[in-house]
Every structure is written in structure tokens, then in C-alpha cells.
């Protein structure tokens, strides 16, 4: 659950109010491939709770698939107070039932029957949801199936800040896809490279499309064929930026599940997470596809 402040503020302690919205990554993820027509479902735990109840009505209306959604009484729905923001937003975590995913059968036959499997650092930060995706990584690996990870590593969420490097190393080499963030670059390999050289790092690791997100500088994308871009963003006003990471990875994975190149991807992930800083929260709106694709015909590519 996200608690977004209704303010524009630097820092939660300044914030008056907050306005609740159905959160977290991969959530936020299935949400906006539904409400693009791509059938989504979703591996996660919620208490049983309000906040829970109110998570599934809204993953309901959005179209996600909850057959694999489990609940726990041992734990309350995890909850992410954040500032409205306009670049990087202040967060606090107060972590519950996320963390309490469990492996099962059905979760197992689900992974077989999927295009794609995607999952988060947030989500492999803990035991034993953490456990949990791991195995369904390898099998989905293992059935050659396209597995895309945000890397959205924080201090402040993964228990053994040392220990998540090499942990990072190990996981990627299931993995096809990531788009980590500037501000991730800078968590995970520290503050004095160029953004150039953390997409290297990235590349380094294994995956065969790399896209890293720069907000208003726009986006660097790599891929082990050789390509090497800078999509550059547009200029427009910004209400909201929590979530845009998301819209624009609900647009990458759209595009290369479609057979698009990887470049025509990342473009409309660029033209959904624009659309998103344009509003407050996340996306609701089930707007046709061609909307999205028209707008990243506009979107300007440079070779780096």
C-alpha cells in the first residue's frame, strides 16, 4: 500500500496528509499491463486486513489475475508512506506480508504457462518470499521464458547491504531484462561514475537489455548485440513521479513481448512513464496501446 503525501514536500516529516493508492512495483506492474490488454497475474502476499481487502478490490477492477494472490493473518499489509515529488521521493518502509509469499503448486504451474516473468529486488530482499521467487526463477529460466528484474535496491530495505553485490551477480544470470534507476546505480556501485559506464556494469552482469532510467536526462539503453542509445525525454510538466519507473517498465515489456526491437521498446516505456509524472498516482486509466505507441513515435533517439 503506498501513502502518497498530498503535498509537494521533501520530506515525509513535512508532509500534512497522505492519500492511499494500491502500491509496490510489481503490483503496480500487472496493474498497467492489464489495463493494456496483456493478461497479468500476480504472486504476492497481503495480510488480512483493510488494507489487504482494499489492495485486491483494486488489482480486481484493473484486471490482474489473483489466483496466485495469498493472504496471511501472522503479518499486516506491508505499507510505503512516500512524498509527492517531482525527482526523488523520501519513503519509509514498514514491511508485512509481502515478505510472507510461500511456494506452492499453483505458483509453479503458473511460471510454466507464462511469456515472461518479472520480480524486484524490493520482492528478493527477504526470506521467504525471497526463496520463493528464486526457485520460480530458475524454472522459469530453465523454460527459456523472458524474466525481467527491477533492481530497485535500497539500504533501508535489504537486511545485508555487503552481501547484495555478489547476490546481484548470482541472480542475474537468470535474468533478461533490468532497467535500474540512476539513483539505483548510485545505491548499488557508489556516486562517482558516469551513467554510461554503471549501463557497462549492468551489461557486465549478464542480461541481454539493459535500460537505465535518468528522469528528466532521459534513458541510456544496451544491449549485449551491440546497441548502445540515449532516448531522450520530452518536456513536459511533472506532477507525480512515483510509479513512473513502473509505467515505464509496463511499456518495455509490452513492447518486447510484441517482437519490437529493443529500441522501439524502451521508447514506449518512455511514452507510458510520461503520461504517468503527468498525473498524481498511478496509472487508472485503461487507454489504448496505439495512444502510447503514437506518442513514442515523437520520442528522439541519439547513439552514444
Known sequence: MDLISTEIVTTLEDA??????????????????????????LGACVGEDSFGTFLRKELTEAGVNLAYL???????TTIIPVTRQTETPDFAVYRGADRCLSITDSLISAVADSSAVHTSAFALSQDPCKSTIYHLLKAAHKAGLLISLDPNYHPGIWPDPPNYLPFLK?????????KPSLDDCIRIFGPDLKPVEYLELFLNLGPAVVVLTMGSQGVLLGTSAGDRVHIHASSI?????????????????????????????????QSIAEYKIGILGPIRDHLPLQM?????????ISKI
Open 237 to 269: 510538466p511533472v506532477k507525480d513521479v512515483t510509479g513512473a519507473g513502473d509505467a515505464f517498465w509496463s511499456g518495455l515489456l509490452t513492447g518486447l513481448l510484441q517482437g519490437m526491437p529493443a529500441i522501439e521498446a524502451a521508447k514506449l516505456g
Open 16 to 41: 500534512s496528509g497522505f492519500q492511499k493508492f494500491a502500491g509496490g512495483e510489481v503490483s503496480n506492474l500487472a496493474m498497467n499491463l492489464s489495463r493494456l490488454g496483456f493478461p497479468a497475474a
Open 170 to 178: 548470482e541472480i542475474f544470470q537468470l535474468v533478461t531484462v533490468t
Open 70 to 76: 495469498q493472504s496471511t493473518s501472522e503479518e499486516p
Open 292 to 300: 502510447y505507441l503514437n506518442n513514442a513515435e515523437y520520442i528522439s
